[in-house]
């Protein structure tokens, strides 16, 4: 918004005064009062343009900004869904589907990465050992101790051993369960927000925020956290709400009132920081 107003001035400047000397070339002195009348109301109609504009633009930044956040959430909805699924088939053989595990077991770091804190233990103790371990990534520890399970000779015959694999397995699928729990959660928030101007117009300005920080990513010169993890801290969402607030608010007032009256505003508002 801070630069759109300074744009905007510079080029309501260099506007004035080729309009000006355009009318005194062709309409003389003679028309000149009633030119720069017409040119004061033509330039605070553009004004308002100028202002609608940047609002519309700003919220088709945020509209943008939401789909792909969107398509990528159905993209991890999908994963999540195929890995239960493979999983649910790798159990159903009882083991026997190497095929299976093996898929399992390359997508187990990706999919370990999706369940964040949702595939945590906080304590954890491996079978077969008299130790506790604290906190530790669940999915990678129970899918290897599911398959040296189902694939113990002594699984087939002994109950016991046969029900500590299906804990397993239930253990395993109840975390990717939840998993779709919380996708679809956020998946219903995002398409509500597809609806509202608002939250499409604070999506913008994060995304405007967040332009610094994606050139250096592009340029191999910073690293960029998976869907922007980071800006769900509370620091960056206070920060961007007040920032849009202000910049929406801004954007109002200059349609309703104009430039020069905007400008006088802004200038009575910040009269005692300037001091």
């Not at 093996?102 to 079978?127: C, I, N, W």
């Not at 109950?159 to 998993?179: K, V, Y």
């Not at 769900?232 to 009132?257: E, H, N, T």
Request: proline content about 3%; glycine content about 10%.
């Amino acid at each position: 918004m801070l630069g759109f107003v300074i744009g905007f001035a510079l080029g309501y400047l260099c506007v004035e005064r080729r309009v000006g000397n355009i009318e005194s070339a062709i309409f003389g002195h003679a028309f000149e009062q009633v030119s720069r009348r017409h040119h004061g109301a033509i330039l605070e109609i553009l004004t308002r343009v100028y202002f609608v504009l940047a609002l519309v633009a700003v919220t088709g930044i945020g509209w943008l900004r939401l789909r792909f956040q969107l398509k990528g959430l159905r993209e991890r909805v999908t994963f999540c869904q195929n890995y239960r699924q493979k999983l649910g088939k790798y159990v159903a053989s009882q083991g026997r589907d190497f095929d299976a595990y093996g898929d399992l077991t390359f997508h187990s770091v990706r999919m370990q990465q999706e369940l964040g804190s949702l595939g945590m233990f906080s304590h954890y103790k491996p079978a077969g050992q008299n130790i506790m371990l604290g906190k530790t990534a669940a999915l990678l520890n129970l899918l290897p101790e599911l398959h040296r399970r189902l694939n113990d000779p002594l699984t087939e015959i002994n109950r016991i051993a046969l029900t500590n694999a299906a804990e397993l397995a239930d253990t395993l699928e109840e975390m990717l369960i939840r998993n779709l729990g919380v996708l679809d959660t956020a998946e219903k928030a995002l398409r509500s927000g597809l609806h509202n101007p608002l939250r499409l117009f604070q999506a913008g300005v994060q995304s405007l925020l967040l332009l610094p920080g994606s050139v250096l990513f592009w340029f191999g010169l910073a690293k960029q956290n998976r869907d922007d993890g980071w800006t769900q801290k509370r620091p960056f969402l206070i920060m961007s709400g007040i920032l849009g607030l202000i910049a929406f608010a801004a954007d109002f007032v200059g349609i309703v009132v104009g430039w020069h009256p905007f400008v006088e505003i802004v200038q009575t508002i910040l009269k005692p920081f300037l001091k």
